[in-house]
């Protein structure tokens, strides 16, 4: 877009997505856009942010990062800060800090005085916190020499838009309850962060068992056809009528108004048209959000290589925290494993419904030295324009209090 392009006579305008453009300069009539909430200008060539957009009088939510700003100390505050302190800064002209900003940093000061006090003042804590943290290297695409990428027809824009993938190497599942664990995981992950799979849902598979490219799609209920985890192959309107009779037959047992649990996520199709899959090279549905994976690419022990999957109808930005958070969980995983030297066990494979994990490490590896690996997948649109990369530079930040990235 053409500089100043962001602001005009649109008074009913209430989101704008330009992320991954090149937009090189919002021009201060983006003030004249009394409605907007949302703005996602993410991974563009932006020099600096107007002041003008402390004038938008509902923005509440914002996304810069991945712009190489000149204000180094605006350029950390879009990657840590809420929309609000960004908006004080930016207010006060770029010269004082804002309340909310001068009032957390006060009170890191006062958590960082008060840590080295206990500490004795030798700063030996972080180092030791610096080194305790997880690895996670990041694979670009330019350096993969096959990368996997994902093709979005555009109809799943009106039934569940937003999708970020990965590929993740360097988890060994074999020991003990490993894959157990993992498991139980990621029905918390889904319990929780996804609310019940409500905003978002996550979505596992052995790589080696996919034939790319793959394709994120929508199939007629009465024509997808997917053999879902633990079932024979089914129609997806036949699958959603069962897991429908399955849900009352357990609210009627336990005696409860209400269906409740994950059989909420069942009324997240209802009156959809269209349905909602992710299909292979061969023509294969993979995966059936938000209802379940397939048979054909299960998680076993033997897993070596993941792919790992996010899908939402609510906010692209949903998927990227759901991944971030579904890494680090993974990390903190391969770390227990690692370190709990298990015997393998014999963990029973059908307990394999929806998780995630892979690769062995060489034997003589130490856990601390071992990172996982991140290989970027490309989300593009059908005419090949990219839509979304996972992980670009801006993403895994939300856990890098725990997490250090490689990249």
Do not use: W
Request: hydrophobic letters at 35%.
């Amino acid at each position: 877009p053409p500089a100043g392009a962001a602001g005009g006579p649109f008074p009913l305008l209430s989101r704008l997505e330009a992320a991954d453009n090149e937009v090189a300069e919002l021009g201060a009539d983006i003030a004249a856009l009394p409605a907007l909430k949302s703005l996602d200008v993410a991974n563009n060539q932006l020099r600096e942010l107007p002041a003008a957009l402390a004038d938008c009088p509902r923005l509440k939510e914002a996304n810069f990062r991945g712009n190489q700003l000149k204000d180094k100390r605006l350029e950390k505050m879009v990657n840590g800060c809420q929309t609000k302190a960004i908006l004080e800064y930016l207010r006060a002209g770029g010269r004082g800090k804002g309340k909310a900003e001068s009032a957390r940093e006060e009170a890191r000061k006062k958590k960082r005085e008060k840590q080295q006090k206990k500490d004795g003042g030798d700063g030996d804590q972080d180092e030791l916190e610096e080194a305790s943290k997880l690895l996670v290297k990041v694979l670009h695409v330019s350096e993969n020499r096959a990368p996997l990428v994902v093709k979005v027809s555009p109809g799943v824009r009106d039934v569940r838009p937003f999708i970020v993938c990965c590929v993740l190497k360097g988890v060994n599942l074999k020991p003990g309850n490993a894959l157990k664990r993992f498991l139980s995981a990621q029905t918390k992950l889904h319990e929780d962060i996804c609310e019940k799979r409500t905003v978002a849902t996550i979505a596992t598979h052995d790589l080696q068992l996919i034939k790319g490219p793959l394709i994120y799609d929508v199939q007629p209920p009465d024509e997808l056809k997917i053999m879902p985890l633990g079932r024979k192959e089914i129609k997806a309107k036949d699958l959603l009528r069962q897991l429908q009779l399955e849900a009352e037959e357990q609210r009627k047992q336990k005696k409860r108004q209400n269906v409740s649990g994950l059989h909420k996520y069942l009324q997240l199709l209802d009156g959809k048209d269209n349905y909602p899959c992710l299909v292979d090279a061969e023509g294969v549905v993979i995966s059936f959000p938000p209802i379940t994976n397939s048979e054909k690419t299960k998680i076993r022990k033997d897993t070596r290589d993941l792919f790992l999957e996010v899908t939402s109808d609510t906010s692209l930005q949903i998927c990227k925290d759901v991944m971030d958070t579904l890494i680090l969980k993974i990390a903190e995983l391969n770390r227990f494993t690692l370190e709990n030297k298990e015997d393998s066990g014999s963990d029973d494979e059908s307990d394999a419904l929806c998780g995630p994990v892979n690769l062995n490490p060489s034997q003589n590896a130490e856990p601390m030295n071992f990172p996982l690996v991140v290989e970027q997948v490309r989300v593009v649109d059908t005419d090949g324009n990219l839509k979304v990369l996972y992980p670009s530079k801006t993403d895994l930040t939300t856990v890098s209090s725990l997490l250090t990235v490689i990249r």
